[in-house]
């Protein structure tokens, strides 16, 4: 590890000064006591305790409910760094909604000759259900998480799209509501972007996706997976704020040609269903048939005009890994643009040259598992003892199209607050980001995951991860 | 609203009530065996028959030890309806229907299962106690707080105030079996005093003994602590009290469903019979039967409100 190079400190330049983004916050900290600051540690610790904001880890049955760890320094970007990044964000959003509509209709990127068929026809992620089928409104995606890293000030790169049902939004907004309850006088002498719009946002974005059968004001719901999945408490968070009903598979039937709820007063019919549900366990008449998660008949009603399904069923190829490495030809291909954003450089083992070459360089490579999400299943080459390796170069050398391989970056690095005081560590950045017909909504932020480990790249919550708050302040 | 949603809240304010009755009757069973030298078994065994855990309890354990019957209450694995898994449940239902209830209401029901939770981690040692209880009864009474005071008057605060109320009669009437022995008239009847202990303990257990000093200074008789228990409007816990309560939600839900409610005529019907009744009356005619039957009625009418709102199907 000695030889990574140094990494892009967030808060402060190589002489310990901070940086513009940081100057207002780092004068206000070192205006601190550190008791008083770890006495607030404590106290945000305890804000998320009473409030239940949980997350349950699988395969951890002794402690079925944990927080994540939370720390108190802010991740800070400037409004000019904002506008860019949402511009970025934006081109890249419209690209994959563009792709998905293309790659169910016309297939117009592989006719071209820019992405070899097999990538869709033989994935998993891709749903041959809605081939030539148009969801209202043409979006496929209603809610995206894009996740960044940064390596410089102004190189921020796109590490992984999340299209399917991305998390972790519930805690942008109570990271923030915590912090305005610890430091309200921060935030009444630095500008930061508000945040707490999202749920309306999202619930004005899902209404304008009603389908054709809703008449009056479209009835929206949450379908979760139930109170043992772990991101339960952001289901109920979100049809909370929101003001739609939270669901599960047998509170649904379908009457009449529709698919509805039980109420108390009998079964009403839902219009938007925003689900946080897979794809697989959707509809057992289409896809897994032991599933008792989803609703037997939903997919030929969605076809049929009936309901709004957010996301759409087989969005997740777009966020496919092996797709990635295609994403600045997909950006390209659809907007006629070049990306704004960059991706990570990445090798498709399934190419014999890149395999080659992965194998060959794999101490110093993180590989990826191309289906994997979460943080399992990925080596880290740097961390990696011998053993591991060579397990690595095994399953590599079994099934190479299943993974990507991409340098080990130099993840930027904001300090938090350890009990010796600052100490850096690894973030990441996942900005939210609202599709409906007519616009593109990103909320001024998203949600920082940290690394608490020194030294480790991983900030997945499964893993030991951590969140800041994400704020975008103002320039004065 | 969800029936599913319905259920859960309508079930979280039963556990709440039952936990509260549990604690209080802890209270009461460790205070006899402070102040009063006999009948220490027996009050034990009395306060799980009422609780209807004494079967149960005797398939575990050999006595009626204090610190054993309060673990069992308390605790105890073996017993699944122990005080600390119904503040489990009451939190699982307040989490699964949280679109339901207050931000208040929520964190209220979460502080109060994490403080329980923290205080029930190991067996509960004798000079513990009362502070362990006054807890309980503390953080139950934040969550009640929370309701009234944040939810708006709307179904889901109808279903809480049912639920709450079916099963507040459900426990009293229980108690009320357990030691109606003790207001039999045949025993007043025959002049011989009523046994001090026993009525003491029916008025604590229903937090009843100071209110029911301040309204019959110097007099406890069979005919006033019927009347008082089961008939008195006033006092919160009564069948009659707890009955007008239940009309009145059941009837602010049918009225903002514009629904002809079976329940409600239920609950009417079940209210108005209150009003034709003396504690002679009850008495002559059996206090046993007439609890059997109420709680056979109650019993109805919380699967007749089940059914109506569509709680399960």
């Known amino acids: 590890m000695a030889t990574r190079p140094p990494c892009f400190d967030e808060m402060l330049n190589e002489d310990g000064t901070p940086r513009a983004a940081y100057a207002a916050y780092h004068k206000w900290f070192s205006e601190q006591d550190s008791t008083h600051l770890k006495q607030k540690a404590r106290d945000a610790e305890e804000f998320f305790r009473r409030t239940g904001i949980t997350f349950a880890v699988y395969g951890d049955d002794e402690a079925e409910e944990r927080l994540i760890p939370f720390d108190i320094i802010p991740r800070i970007v400037t409004a000019r760094q904002w506008t860019k990044l949402s511009r970025g964000i934006e081109q890249r959003v419209r690209a994959i909604n563009a792709f998905l509509q293309d790659i169910y209709h016309r297939q117009e990127i592989v006719r071209a000759g820019r992405l070899p068929v097999d990538l869709l026809v033989k994935n998993d992620a891709f749903v041959a259900q809605m081939i030539g089928f148009t969801p209202p409104g043409g979006v496929y995606t209603h809610i995206v998480g894009i996740d960044l890293v940064r390596t410089g000030p102004d190189e921020f790169l796109v590490l992984e799209d999340n299209a399917r049902t991305p998390s972790g939004v519930s805690y942008m907004l109570e990271n923030r509501e915590t912090m305005m309850n610890m430091f309200p006088e921060l935030f009444s002498t630095i500008r930061v972007r508000n945040v707490s719009d999202y749920p309306k946002n999202l619930r004005a974005s899902l209404s304008r996706v009603a389908p054709p059968a809703c008449t009056g004001d479209p009835v929206v719901a949450v379908l979760t997976p139930g109170i043992h999945n772990s991101a339960y408490f952001e289901h109920a968070f979100l049809a909370d704020q929101m003001g739609a009903e939270l669901v599960e598979g047998h509170d649904i039937r379908i009457v009449n040609g529709r698919v509805a709820m039980r109420t108390t007063r009998g079964y009403q019919p839902i219009d938007v269903l925003y689900r946080r549900l897979d794809d697989d366990y959707l509809d057992p008449l289409i896809f897994k048939p032991e599933s008792v998660l989803g609703i037997p008949g939903i997919f030929d009603l969605y076809r049929a005009g009936k309901i709004t399904i957010a996301n759409a069923p087989g969005t997740g190829i777009a966020d496919d890994k092996a797709i990635y490495s295609y994403m600045p030809d997909i950006v390209e291909f659809y907007t006629g643009e070049k990306p704004i954003l960059k991706n990570v450089d990445t090798w498709r083992c399934s190419e014999p040259d890149s395999l080659a070459y992965v194998l060959d360089h794999l101490s110093e490579l993180v590989v990826k598992e191309v289906h994997g999400s979460g943080g399992y299943g990925m080596l880290i080459g740097p961390a990696a003892s011998k053993k591991e390796l060579a397990a690595f170069t095994a399953k590599l050398k079994a099934k190479p199209a299943n993974y990507i391989a991409q340098p080990t970056l130099a993840l930027s690095t904001i300090p938090i607050f350890a009990n010796s005081g600052l100490a850096p560590r690894h973030v990441d950045l996942r900005p939210f980001v609202l599709v409906s017909p007519d616009k593109i909504d990103i909320t001024p932020g998203g949600l920082t995951r940290v690394a608490l480990r020194k030294g480790s790249l991983v900030v997945n919550s499964s893993q030991g991860g951590g969140t800041k708050d994400s704020w975008v302040i103002e320039d004065d | ?313």
Not at chain 2, 104 to 125: F, P
Not at chain 2, 180 to 187: A, G, H, I, R
Request: aromatic residues 10%; glycine residues 6%; proline residues 2%.
């Open chain 2, 1 to 313: 609203m969800l029936g599913k949603t319905a259920s859960g809240i309508f079930w979280m304010f039963r556990y709440l009530e039952r936990a509260e009755n549990i604690a209080r009757l802890i209270e009461t069973g460790h205070r006899f065996t402070l102040t009063r030298n006999r009948g220490r078994q027996d009050e034990w065994r009395s306060i799980l028959s009422a609780l209807g855990m004494d079967a149960a309890y005797r398939a575990n354990h050999d006595e009626y030890n204090a610190a054993q019957v309060v673990d069992y209450l308390l605790r105890d694995k073996t017993n699944p309806g122990n005080l600390r898994n119904l503040i489990d449940s009451a939190r699982q239902n307040a989490r699964t229907t949280r679109t339901a209830i207050t931000r208040e209401l929520w964190e209220a029901v979460n502080e109060c299962w994490i403080c329980v939770n923290d205080a029930l981690k190991r067996q509960v040692r004798e000079a513990e106690l009362p502070a362990t209880i006054d807890l309980i009864e503390r953080q139950t009474s934040q969550v009640r707080g929370a309701l009234e005071n944040t939810m708006l008057r709307n179904d889901g605060y109808n279903f809480s105030r049912v639920g709450n109320f079916i099963e507040r009669a459900d426990s009293m009437a229980r108690l009320l079996d357990v030691k109606y022995y003790v207001l039999l008239p045949s025993v007043s009847f025959v002049g011989s005093s009523l046994d001090n202990i026993q009525w003491e303990t029916i008025l604590r257990s229903t937090s009843a003994y100071s209110a029911y000093r301040w309204l019959y200074p110097g007099r406890a008789s069979a005919l006033g602590i019927a009347d008082f228990l089961i008939l008195d409007r006033r006092f919160p816990r009564s069948l009659a009290f707890c009955y007008g309560k239940l009309t009145d939600n059941l009837r602010h839900l049918a009225m903002s469903y514009g629904v002809q409610s079976d329940s409600l005529t239920e609950a009417e019907r079940i209210y108005a019979g209150f009003a034709s009744m003396t504690a002679a009356s009850i008495l002559e005619d059996g206090l046993h039967e007439f609890l059997v039957d109420f709680l056979a009625q109650n019993r109805r009418l919380a699967a007749m409100v089940e059914q109506e709102y569509r709680f399960n199907s």
